[in-house]
């Protein structure tokens, strides 16, 4: 009888400290699998989608690329400085993510605007100020239109398009995307709604730590 | 035993039914505008002051102010039915935004939003009627 105890009491320490390393983030968008020999036998390999290079103005009219993203998770959205539907929404919740890993070298925030027309670096560089952002750990970008509807659709797959019916004629959703080191989608979460970006803030608190135990 | 629990009955609600009636119809009023102003205020104006009327850094004002807000009681109406885009100072702080028109609010709507942000976030102006905003509307620039 106490032998049964001890087996049922050392499965549930191993549980919980399995639970512990389960907590992962999933890796999300499309995957493939591939084949590779090894030692004569095949394996499987999962590749994951990532996001493909870029280069983009910012709000100081530098050119910016992935590279400036290497080694960092960072968190991506769309939007456009003169929306006045869900944006403002937006951009109030993404604050509160930019003031909790302020100066955190390990982050980064990326927001492309889809007013290709109107939202030069110098608009972008307005909006930041006003919105109470300096420095660049906060990426306003402008880019050609194919780059920046290409990039959301495919690689954030997130939707965002030019639509004469809307009375702002743009169209977008308001996700806000958590990409990894390796350049993979982690999580999306509706910018617009408080409680997921809290959900946002303690799934990168997770991931820097995956990231951190990677490194070690 | 019986008799007790009636005089403790009535003890306990006569004064709550004599003050219900004589919240007179002016509050009644009231309170109506301000609920429906908040209906009105989460649906159309929220998402840039905010649902505590603070704005969002200096791209959209804060409603906090009572200061502003009393010395522009008459052009409120004007600004929620036409929009505002000329540079503005709260609090010593300077805005330069576009505010757009709401062309779809009715007068009593914007009565009712006026009672709610007049009344909220600090604020306490009390009532202001349908009849007040028509004759500010008429007066816009």
Known sequence: MKKLLYIA???LVIQSCTNQSDTKLPILGNREPVE???DGKTVVDTIYQTISPFSYFNQDSVIITDKDFDGKIYVADFFFTSCNTICPIMHRNMLDVYKKFKDNPKVKLLSHTIDIKYDLPSRLKTYATKLGVEGNQWEFVHGSR????????????VSAFEDSSDP?????QGWFILVDTKKQLRGAYDGTKADQVKQLIADMDKLLREEAADEK | ????????????????????????EDSITYKRYFVNGKGLYEKNCQNCHGADGKGLGTLYPPLTDSTYLIANKQKLACIIRNGQTEQITINNVVYQGKMPGNNNLADID?????VYITNSFGNKQGQYDQAEVARDLAACK
């Open chain 1, 9 to 11: 009491l050392s499965i």
């Open chain 1, 146 to 157: 194919d780059s920046i509807f290409n990039i959301a659709a495919k690689n954030y797959l």
């Open chain 2, 1 to 24: 035993m019986r008799n007790r629990f009636i005089y403790i009955f009535l003890f306990l609600f006569i004064p709550v039914i004599t003050i219900q009636s004589c919240q007179n």
């Open chain 2, 110 to 114: 914007i009565a009712q939003l006026i």
């Open chain 1, 36 to 38: 590779r020999t090894v």
């Open chain 1, 168 to 172: 702002q004629g743009l169209v977008h």
